[in-house]
């Protein structure tokens, strides 16, 4: 079991992005992966289940991983056509952060968090560093920042790296817990992108950059055709770009398994 | 435990990140909790004492991670967004809490007095952009944002930023030649022949340009010189003191079947110096209001399509989805022969 959080702190950054075809990814591999939306807009549950209106369902979705007893019960997650098992978002997941739940809640469910039947769960959280994004972060084995070069995007991380910290002196992190921050490169032509990514680098050691462009066009593409990038046709998006994605789990160390496409392309 | 701070190394010890890479609108400060007050214009909510335990509990373990969103208006710090939190901070008995002040709040107070100035003085076309402009810069928020806080739509706040925008129009304004952004738009269409023609004799005359004297000459079709569709023009427009523009305007280009023209939706106020795209199908961006034009562009049948654009609606649409631009096959863009000359040097160079 390996639970992987992404967050950010600001949105439009690529998080649900990464979050959904990490998830594709991982289950196309063939690995038994879970996606929990902990965001409320329910966009990863947008993409993964074709439903537009999934966030508006009142519940049976992420809010059940706060429930002891739903989760002793044993919940059932709903089952998607890219093959990744789905806890979605929705409004009423505010609620969670509004006070319906304490750290303690999260703190007592994790054990059965991290006993559902899964290699790999994927969880997007909302922006916001409230009760969601921590119990998230409590939860992880591997913490995701997705930041993109710009300024700001310093300021973000360094409030997450306060969280960890603040969690970590508490002891309230997962044994082997590992954070680490995925450089969502937008533009390297941009020399204010070049000279942030290059301090950003000198911040932030073990930092991984890639090219993954959240604002390419073929992201909402992948996103209105309710697939992963590198399932678009070929006319669609390029090859390379495409690989990029689908190869996102090995280069960011979640797994050795190649993708099963990796094997044949180099026939 | 410790693989955390192996992985990220020194960057996870230290304490913040070096000064240069703040943005100093998203800083977060920690205030003393009891200088903070909630807003007395929100509607009062009802706060679950249970819930708000439950918040504080949380807070007494892991602090107040979340920053409470405040502005400052006269000298008193107000909660933008999140009085729950800050109540919880109180009953968890922080003595401060991290604090960001909102710059669309702090936006929001400055064009409260705007807008209260526009409404005893008449604030003019002119005094409005320039507030705008300042306040976009400076709080660094769209044109669309604060057109929300303005109450006018997009095509009218892209209107009045072509007085600040274009230099020359600016000029104008200040010279009283042009006197309201309507004015303006219709003005830079022309061409610029008859721009020159137009202000030597409001000039000599010390008369503002008059609404007849830019609609009579825009109504005259300028050959080869593809004109946006002044019949998209909304009449939802109400920008104040300017005449509407009148549905027989469209009438001269309605007869020119190869007119690049599309529908444009709310984008509609501006035509400057024209560009045209050209480029895949493209459907009708947002307005629900206005038909499909009758007439379509020949080219659209082969499976592409042109629009004209202005250069506000341009920009609009680029700040709003900069995607949009790789399915664009060309851009065409029209100006004065001095400009594009400049341009086109420019462009070899790079």
New interface residues.
């Given amino acids: 079991m390996n639970i992987v959080t992404i967050t950010n702190q600001k949105g439009g950054v690529g998080k649900t992005t990464v979050s959904v075809h990490l998830a594709c990814g991982l289950a196309e591999r063939g690995f038994k992966t879970l996606l929990v939306d902990l965001d409320g807009q329910g966009q990863a549950s947008t993409h993964l289940s074709g439903d537009t209106a999934i966030n508006r369902r009142p519940s049976g979705g992420a809010e059940l991983l706060f429930d002891r007893e739903k989760l002793a019960a044993g919940i059932t997650p709903l089952s998607t056509p890219l093959g990744v098992d789905l806890l979605f978002g929705h409004n009423a997941l505010s609620r969670i952060d ?8 999260a703190m007592e469910v994790r054990d059965s968090v991290r006993a559902l039947p899964y290699e790999f769960i994927v969880i997007d959280t909302p922006p ?4 969601r994004q ?1 119990a998230a972060v409590l939860w992880a084995d591997t913490l995701i920042t997705v930041i993109e070069p710009e ?2 995007a ?6 997450v ?1 306060d ?6 002196a ?4 997962v ?7 995925l450089l969502n490169r937008v533009d390297t032509r941009i020399a204010d992108q070049r000279s942030a990514v290059t ?1 950003m680098k000198a ?4 930092m991984i950059d890639t090219v993954l462009t959240a ?3 073929v992201v ?1 593409t992948a996103y209105s055709s309710r697939l992963p990038i590198w399932q678009l046709k070929k006319d669609k998006v390029d090859a390379d770009y495409a690989a990029l994605w689908r190869d996102l789990p090995n280069a960011i160390g979640l797994t050795d398994r190649p993708h099963p496409n990796f094997a044949s392309e180099a026939v | 435990m410790a693989s955390v701070l192996d992985f990220l190394g020194e960057a996870m010890m230290d304490g913040d990140a070096e000064p240069a890479m703040k943005s100093s609108s998203q800083t977060v400060q920690r205030m003393d909790v009891e200088r903070i007050s909630p807003d007395s214009n929100q509607p009062r909510r009802w706060f679950d004492e249970e819930k708000l335990e439950n918040l504080a509990a949380s807070i007494r373990q892991m602090d107040l991670l979340q920053p409470i969103l405040v502005r400052e208006e006269a000298g008193q710090i107000i909660i933008v967004d999140g009085e729950r939190r800050w109540r919880a901070a109180k009953l968890a008995e922080l003595k401060d809490v991290p604090v960001v002040f909102s710059a669309q709040a702090q936006a929001r107070v400055l064009l409260a007095q705007v807008v209260a100035n526009e409404n005893r003085e008449g604030l003019a076309d002119i005094e409005l952009a320039k507030v705008i402009d300042t306040i976009k810069r400076e709080y660094k928020i769209t044109g669309r944002e604060l057109g929300k806080l303005l109450n006018r739509n997009d095509a009218q706040i892209s209107r009045l930023m072509l007085l600040v925008k274009n230099p020359e129009i600016l000029q104008l304004a200040e010279e009283g030649v042009i006197t309201c952004a309507e004015h303006a738009a219709l003005f830079a269409a022309l061409d610029p022949d008859i721009q020159a023609e137009l202000v030597t004799n409001a000039r000599e005359n010390e008369t503002a340009l008059s609404y007849q004297d830019l609609a009579a000459r825009k109504d005259k079709p300028q050959a080869a010189m593809p004109t946006p569709d002044l019949n998209q023009l909304a009449a939802s427009d109400d920008d104040g003191g300017c005449e509407p523009v009148h549905d027989d305007l469209g009438a001269a280009h309605n007869s020119r079947t190869e007119s690049h023209r599309d529908r444009v939706t709310e984008h509609d106020g501006d035509e400057a110096a024209i560009e045209s795209i050209d480029g895949a199908p493209h459907r009708a961006l947002q307005d629900q209001e206005h038909e499909a034009v009758g007439e379509e562009n020949p080219a659209k049948a082969k499976g592409s399509g042109s629009l004209t654009l202005t250069p506000a609606q341009f920009s609009h649409l680029f700040e709003d989805d900069p995607d949009f631009l790789e399915s664009v096959t060309s851009i065409t863009l029209k100006a004065n022969s001095g400009l594009i000359a400049e341009l086109s040097n420019r462009c070899r160079v790079s």
Wanted: positive net charge.
């Fill in positions: 509004e006070g319906e739940r304490s750290v303690s809640d916001a560093m409230q009760l921590l300024e700001k310093v300021a973000g991380w360094t409030r790296r969280m960890v910290k603040a969690a970590s508490k002891g309230f992190l044994d082997g817990f590992q954070a680490l921050v301090r911040a932030v050691p073990g604002r390419q066009a909402s």
